[in-house]
């Protein structure tokens, strides 16, 4: 079957812009999770959706958001982008969201703010 | 609070020799804890997972860690390393319940393997 895919895997953009990024999981999972990985920070969970609902965040700033619609695919997005923002932010698909039950990742959306 | 921590950051070993990547977690009660994997440029594979079943997990490629209740460790092994094993190694403690599900990941362990 296939994997998690992100879109798209590369973005560049400038300070002060907003970013969406998307997320579609393997079929059938209905929980989508959101990590940033940066070098100083490492992974941080953004935030999870199950059934079009935010179930959990992490502690990140108002500007980062996030939606899942009725087909499990989730967005992120990110406004007022600042320097810092610059990461590799991962998606992870699973059934139900139990981490016990596997997580699968994407390979990522790496973004540069300039 | 579940935490873990991966006590070298850089590990450097030559082909076929042994590898030894070392986490020790803390948690209040008993958790679940994965390895991870990453290479350059790509997402987060799944290694292995423990669940409170066998104390010694088995995973992909060849991988083995062994829960240590008494030593709060879960270090991740391998027999002999292949020049493919390069890549960052990522021991993470999950939370769960309800509103609370997420990874909480240590800060990485950078494998190099010497020809």
């Known amino acids: 079957k296939a994997g998690v895919t992100q879109t798209p895997r590369y973005l560049i953009k400038t300070r002060g812009q907003q970013v969406t990024l998307s997320c579609s999981p393997i079929s059938g999972h209905r929980s989508v999770s959101w990590y940033q990985q940066t070098p100083g920070q490492g992974l941080q969970f953004l935030f999870e959706y199950f059934s079009e609902t935010q179930r959990n965040k992490g502690n990140f700033p108002g500007r980062f958001s996030g939606r899942q619609f009725s087909n499990s695919r989730s967005e992120m997005n990110v406004s007022t982008l600042e320097l810092g923002d610059s990461a590799l932010y991962l998606c992870a698909s699973s059934l139900d969201g139990i981490p016990a039950y596997g997580y699968t990742f994407g390979s990522g959306t790496r973004l540069t703010v300039v | 609070a579940q935490s873990v921590t991966q006590l070298d950051s850089h590990v450097s070993v030559s082909e076929g020799t042994p590898v030894l990547l070392r986490c020790n977690y803390s948690s209040s009660y008993s958790p679940s804890l994965f390895w991870y994997v990453q290479h350059p440029n790509k997402g987060l594979q799944l290694l292995l997972k423990?669940?409170?079943?066998?104390?010694l997990v088995k995973g992909i490629n060849g991988f083995e860690a062994e829960f240590k209740k008494s030593e709060t460790s879960f270090h991740l092994t391998k027999p002999s390393a292949h020049m493919s094993d390069a890549a960052e190694y990522f021991c993470v403690v999950s939370l769960y319940g309800g509103a609370t599900n997420k990874l909480i990941f240590g800060t990485g362990t950078l494998l190099a393997v010497q020809p």
């Open positions: 423990y669940t409170s079943a066998a104390t």
